[in-house]
Structures are given as structure tokens and as C-alpha cells.
């Protein structure tokens, strides 16, 4: 079946075909963890949907949106080549209208570990997520967990305005030296993506201890060793489900996360954690 290109809500509309949807919202610049989320919505779903879309609302002025790589036409081989049925890429004026006054607000989740360094991040994901699953009405999105507070806000919002929608997180996709894939990663030197490796390789080190002080203590210990290069903006163990920082006597799964700044490209990164008591 060939790929059917929807560049507007009203043809959106006519792609739609009978059974299962799974959507996989992106903002386009497709590599192979985009990939991997895009087989794993035709293992789902009868149909699948990628959206194309690079969401202005979720940048702050100073952030890379007018730089953000915009790659259309590989992006359409790479959803024809994975089996998408359809790809909706809108332009911001069919997403937006200009008079706009309503958004989702993501609470005080929004607002801590990448929030707090991202300010209104959260509410620009949640408001573009949102009208994508009304414009698409998917049975199941796919979200990597690569961004594991998007994916954790997303879940949130699913179940606070109980939309009747799957939530699956896929994992994350690393180059064989460990470096989580993401479309800024086109934006390092040879240098920098060298300077970059800390980040996995503090998860690594912080994932072999068994206490959330020494978790971090191990992470953060790599992360200085990489240098002045690497400007850590966080590192922080929390509870996947709420974002809020674990202490000592927390049990149960955790999540890692990482944020830096390597040059002028910011990264994140994260692992998932079983702690025992
Ligand atoms: O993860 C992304 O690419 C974006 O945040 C998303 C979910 C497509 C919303 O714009």
C-alpha cells in the first residue's frame, strides 16, 4: 500500500482507514529510533499514522526551533520504508489557529527536573499531543522513552482527562558506543559527540550502584570527569511516574535522567532502574 501524504487536517481526515490506529507523533528529522517506534506501531495497529509536525509552542525564543532540522523528503522514505500508512505533516497555520486562546497546562510536573529548565515546555508537548489524538483519534500512540518526562506527562494527561487512548513507550535506540540517538545529535562535532558519551556512560556507571546516593554520586562523578565542555544542566533520580526526586528508602523502578549542554546542542538522556529496598 503506498504512503498517503496529508498536509492538512481535511485530507488527514479522508486517509483515515477501517480498524486499529496507532499513532507516532513526531517533529520530523526520522532516525532509527523513530524507526523502531514506527515497527512498533505496525505491530499494533492496522494503520500507522506518523505525524510530521515541528510544534513552535514547545520551544522558548531562545531555543532551536527556526534551526531545528527539517529533513521532509528523507522523512517520507523513511515511513514509506517502515510500512506508515500515513503521514500527516500540517503547517502550523492548520494546527494553530491565529486567535488561539486554550492549551493544556501539565501541572506541577511540567514544571520540575526538565521543566524547570524548559519553562512552559511541557504545556506546548501536551497541547500539540492533545490535538493530534483528536485530529488522528489513534487507539495507541507510541513515545520513546527517551523522553521519558514527555512520555511520564503524556501517560499523566491521558489518565487526567481519561482519553480513551493506549500509551506506549518504546525503548531507547543508541549508537553501538551508547549514544542515545536524537535528531540534535547532527548538530556535534566529531569532538563534541566524543564529549557527549559521558552522558550514557554516567548512566551506565550510576545504574551498577545499588543506592540512590550512590547513584547519583557515581553518575555525577563521571559527568565531571568529561570536563569543561560538558555544562550539566541536571542530574536527577526519580519516580518514573511523577518526576519527583527519590530518596535512600525508595523501592521500586526509578529513572536517571541527564541533561547537558555540549557546546550549543542540548542533550538528554536517561535509563531505567529497578531499586530494591
Ligand atoms: O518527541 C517529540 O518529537 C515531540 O515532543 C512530540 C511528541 C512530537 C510533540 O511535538
Same mark, same amino acid.
Given at each position: 500500500?503506498?504512503?498517503?501524504?496529508?498536509?492538512?487536517?481535511?485530507?488527514?481526515?479522508?486517509?483515515?482507514?477501517?480498524?486499529?490506529?496507532?499513532?507516532?507523533?513526531?517533529?520530523?528529522?526520522?532516525?532509527?529510533?523513530?524507526?523502531?517506534?514506527?515497527?512498533?506501531?505496525?505491530?499494533?495497529?492496522?494503520?500507522?499514522?506518523?505525524?510530521?509536525?515541528?510544534?513552535?509552542?514547545?520551544?522558548?525564543?531562545?531555543?532551536?526551533?527556526?534551526?531545528?532540522?527539517?529533513?521532509?523528503?528523507?522523512?517520507?522514505?523513511?515511513?514509506?520504508?517502515?510500512?506508515?500508512?500515513?503521514?500527516?505533516?500540517?503547517?502550523?497555520?492548520?494546527?494553530?489557529?491565529?486567535?488561539?486562546?486554550?492549551?493544556?497546562?501539565?501541572?506541577?510536573?511540567?514544571?520540575?527536573?526538565?521543566?524547570?529548565?524548559?519553562?512552559?515546555?511541557?504545556?506546548?508537548?501536551?497541547?500539540?499531543?492533545?490535538?493530534?489524538?483528536?485530529?488522528?483519534?489513534?487507539?495507541?500512540?507510541?513515545?520513546?522513552?527517551?523522553? &521519558?518526562?514527555?512520555? +511520564? =506527562?503524556?501517560?499523566?494527561?491521558?489518565? /487526567? @482527562? %481519561? $482519553?480513551?487512548?493506549?500509551?506506549?513507550?518504546? *525503548?531507547?535506540?543508541?549508537?553501538?558506543?551508547?549514544?542515545?540517538?536524537?535528531?540534535?545529535?547532527?548538530?556535534?562535532?566529531?569532538?563534541?559527540?566524543?564529549?557527549?558519551?559521558?552522558?550514557?556512560?554516567?548512566?551506565?556507571?550510576?545504574?551498577?550502584?545499588?543506592?540512590?546516593?550512590?547513584?547519583? &554520586?557515581?553518575?555525577? +562523578? =563521571?559527568?565531571?570527569?568529561?570536563?569543561? /565542555? @560538558? %555544562? $550539566?544542566?541536571?542530574?536527577?533520580?526519580?519516580? *518514573?511516574?511523577?518526576?519527583?526526586?527519590?530518596?535512600?528508602?525508595?523501592?521500586?523502578?526509578?529513572?536517571?535522567?541527564?541533561?547537558?549542554?555540549?557546546?550549543?546542542?542540548?542533550?538528554?538522556?536517561?535509563?531505567?532502574?529497578?531499586?530494591?529496598?
Amino acid at each position: 500500500m503506498d504512503l498517503i501524504v496529508a498536509g492538512n487536517r481535511d485530507d488527514l481526515a479522508k486517509a483515515r482507514g477501517t480498524g486499529t490506529v496507532a499513532l507516532v507523533p513526531t517533529m520530523g528529522a526520522l532516525h532509527d529510533g523513530h524507526r523502531s517506534l514506527i515497527r512498533a506501531a505496525r505491530a499494533r495497529a492496522d494503520q500507522v499514522v506518523v505525524s510530521i509536525f515541528v510544534n513552535p509552542l514547545q520551544f522558548a525564543p531562545n531555543e532551536d526551533f527556526s534551526r531545528y532540522p527539517r529533513t521532509f523528503d528523507a522523512d517520507l522514505e523513511v515511513c514509506r520504508a517502515e510500512g506508515a500508512g500515513v503521514v500527516f505533516a500540517p503547517s502550523a497555520v492548520d494546527m494553530y489557529r491565529p486567535d488561539r486562546q486554550v492549551s493544556v497546562c501539565s501541572g506541577e510536573m511540567g514544571t520540575i527536573v526538565e521543566g524547570a529548565s524548559r519553562p512552559g515546555h511541557f504545556d506546548g508537548v501536551l497541547t500539540v499531543v492533545l490535538k493530534l489524538f483528536n485530529l488522528v483519534h489513534p487507539d495507541l500512540a507510541i513515545f520513546g522513552q527517551k523522553d &521519558a518526562q514527555q512520555l +511520564a =506527562v503524556i501517560r499523566r494527561m491521558v489518565a /487526567d @482527562l %481519561d $482519553l480513551p487512548i493506549e500509551i506506549v513507550g518504546a *525503548p531507547t535506540v543508541r549508537e553501538p558506543d551508547g549514544l542515545a540517538l536524537s535528531s540534535r545529535n547532527r548538530y556535534l562535532s566529531a569532538g563534541e559527540r566524543t564529549v557527549a558519551l559521558a552522558l550514557s556512560r554516567a548512566l551506565r556507571a550510576g545504574a551498577a550502584e545499588l543506592t540512590p546516593s550512590a547513584i547519583r &554520586a557515581t553518575a555525577r +562523578a =563521571v559527568l565531571d570527569a568529561a570536563g569543561p /565542555d @560538558l %555544562d $550539566l544542566d541536571y542530574l536527577a533520580l526519580v519516580d *518514573p511516574a511523577t518526576f519527583k526526586e527519590v530518596g535512600d528508602s525508595y523501592a521500586g523502578s526509578a529513572v536517571l535522567a541527564v541533561a547537558a549542554r555540549v557546546g550549543t546542542t542540548r542533550l538528554i538522556d536517561n535509563v531505567v532502574l529497578s531499586l530494591r529496598p
